[in-house]
């Protein structure tokens, strides 16, 4: 059965620094990735989603993710990150053969002004 | 377009009580689901459907009933409700049959005494 590893629950960063949250799937069959956003007290985002072509995804807030299909994982990156971006971050994968995303527990965003 | 619209907001039940949890989307999707959210679990699906007419069991389905009669409705029925089942439950609905890009209702927080 697929599963997704969030490594980190939180991670603090000083606002206006660089950000990585990680995300490991594993899984031996095509898969598409996605990341959501889950602001405080609302529902879910989609935030990006990698389905197949160019392996370097972004959103239009500056974030970004790269596949890697050798190392099974699908880390979320923002080179600078400001207030706003405090939030729950979520990985999620979806393979061919199934009708569900299979979700990671979550890494809370941090940011120290 | 209203997207996916979720009531009640708050709801306190009492152990062996009955409700329902109302969803609706006006987008035409023919994929809906319901999830529970709990502290550090990421999101857990109970049921979801690929049509009307067409319900299945997602990973939680226990204590939970669903029907899909409109492509616009999926309600969740708590059967008799017990304290486990307070959480945050989300509605989500997809233009793609296999649940990628999932768009999610403002949740339905449920507290079970």
């Known amino acids: 059965a697929q599963s997704v590893t969030q490594l980190d629950s939180q991670v603090p960063v000083f606002e206006e620094a660089p950000v990585e949250l990680r995300c490991n799937y594993s899984s031996s069959v095509s898969v598409y990735l996605f990341w959501y956003v889950q602001y405080p007290n609302q529902g879910l985002q989609l935030l990006l989603k990698?389905?197949?072509?160019s392996t370097l995804v972004e959103s239009i807030n500056g974030f970004e993710a790269e596949f890697n299909k050798s190392q099974t994982s699908f880390h979320l990156r923002k080179p600078s990150v400001h207030i706003s971006d405090t939030a729950e971050y979520f990985c999620a994968v979806s393979g061919d053969s199934n009708y569900q995303l299979i979700w990671g527990a979550g890494t809370k965003l941090i940011i120290k002004p | 377009n209203a997207g996916v619209t979720q009531t009640p907001k708050f709801q306190v039940l009492k152990t062996g009580q009955s409700m329902t949890l109302q969803c609706a989307q006006d987008m035409n999707h023919e994929y809906m689901s319901w999830y529970r959210q709990d502290p550090g679990m990421g999101l857990r699906l109970i049921h979801y459907?690929?049509?009307?007419?067409?319900?299945d069991q997602g990973e939680v389905p226990n204590g939970y009933n669903v029907s899909r009669s409109t492509t616009e409705d999926f309600p969740l029925r708590l059967l008799s409700a017990a304290p486990s089942q307070t959480s945050v439950y989300f509605c989500?609905?997809?233009?793609?049959?296999?649940?990628?890009?999932?768009?999610f209702g403002p949740g339905t927080r449920l507290t079970v005494t």
């Open positions: 989500a609905s997809s233009p793609n049959l296999q649940g990628h890009e999932q768009y």
């Open positions: 459907s690929v049509g009307a007419g067409i319900t």
């Open positions: 990698y389905l197949s072509g």
